[in-house]
């Protein structure tokens, strides 16, 4: 056997063995987020059948969590076995069912009804086998903390459909992604986000206003040419493509074309798999101009009718600039426009208050 043959036969064997402790590792993170919305389960069925009120449903979760600690390790604390309790109340199917049993369940509890009682809460409640937890239990964390369970349940499909990591997750959290792509749908619109996700069908599905490059690090400067933050961005393509969204792959940047003996380059090209189509970034430091529209489109037609094979779409152009004026924009393109996109972007977090109060106003 040649050394080149026995180096691919051990690189072969890594993999496997990688692969392997990958779905190790997510099978016993799945298992153990079973298991915790179980000992909710458990905990509220504890709380429901015995009528415990505050103080004495604390008192017995110190209890639980002392045994639970000396067996198990310090996983089990008070707090922990609070999140696990609100995480079965946040996912049970039933959870509103159960918040609503409360009270009757008390009332019938002091008439002295327990057998009843129980029965009742027995039929209400949901088997966890009948759910489908995809993300760590870090990710569950992160998530419960979010009120708006339309919000809630929107990053909960994004983390699954892109992998997101706990980190990944934050930062689309805390750069308001929910609000930015509500804020472009009509009520109807921001609904499906919270039952599908975000969905590419065509480019208007993919466009954001703003976009957000905290990342860059650029914000505590008060001065930076164009060239300075197409470097940024490079240097962090995998946060850029994030922030891009869905089905993004990198082509190039500084791509020159030649036609009638005169050179011209794009910024940041792009290819997107979903829509089939190559898609063109062009940054402008300040308020976009009706030139910079001009050349854009130039350059999508260029595109479109030397470089894009037969069977894919047309080109989509975005100009992400500082400041622009909606109304120029739309007078300087065609009243059909399907492929130039103009949007804001900035280099710090956006108010996430701010933005769910446009939202708000946007969906009355």
Not at 100 to 119: H, M, P, Y
Not at 182 to 194: E, H
Request: aromatic share 10%; glycine share 4%; proline share 2%.
């Amino acid at each position: 056997m040649s050394e080149i043959t026995k180096i691919d036969l051990a690189e072969r064997i890594e993999r496997l063995i990688t692969e392997a402790r990958k779905r190790t590792v997510a099978a016993v993170n799945t298992a153990m987020v079973y298991t915790y919305y179980e000992i909710g389960r458990m905990i509220v069925e504890d709380e429901q059948q015995g009528g415990m009120y505050a103080a004495y449903g604390k008192e017995t979760l110190k209890k639980v969590s002392s045994y639970l600690i000396q067996r198990f390790g310090k996983g089990y604390s008070v707090d922990n076995l609070e999140r696990m309790r609100k995480f079965y109340l946040i996912y049970s199917n039933s959870a509103k069912v159960l918040r609503n049993l409360k009270n009757t369940q008390i009332t019938s509890l002091r008439s002295n009804n327990k057998e009843n009682s129980a029965t009742v809460l027995r039929n209400s409640q949901t088997s966890s086998e009948e759910l489908h937890f995809t993300l760590s239990w870090s990710h569950y964390l992160k998530l419960m903390r979010i009120d708006n369970p339309d919000e809630r349940r929107f990053y909960e499909i994004e983390a699954t459909e892109n992998n997101w990591s706990l980190r990944e997750l934050q930062r689309q959290f805390d750069s308001s992604l929910y609000e930015r792509l509500a804020l472009s749908r009509d009520k109807a619109g921001v609904k499906a986000l919270a039952q599908k996700g975000q969905i590419v069908e065509k480019p208007e599905d993919m466009i954001k206003d703003p976009y957000v490059l905290e990342f860059v690090g650029l914000q505590e400067l008060p001065q930076y040419n164009e060239s300075e933050l197409e470097q940024k961005l490079i240097d962090h393509l995998q946060t850029f493509l994030l922030e891009l969204g869905k089905g993004f792959t990198f082509v190039g940047r500084q791509v020159r074309f030649t036609f009638d003996e005169q050179h011209f380059r794009v910024d940041l090209v792009f290819y997107n798999r979903l829509l089939r189509a190559f898609v063109l970034i062009d940054l402008k430091r300040g308020t976009l101009k009706h030139q910079d529209l001009g050349q854009m489109q130039m350059y999508v037609n260029y595109y479109d009718r030397f470089v894009k094979l037969e069977d894919e779409n047309p080109t989509i152009g975005i100009l992400l600039c500082t400041d622009k004026s909606d109304a120029m924009v739309e007078i300087t393109l065609p009243e059909d426009n399907k492929q130039i996109f103009a949007s804001k972007y900035q280099t710090i977090l956006p108010s996430k208050e701010e933005l769910q109060r446009l939202l708000e106003e946007n969906i009355k």
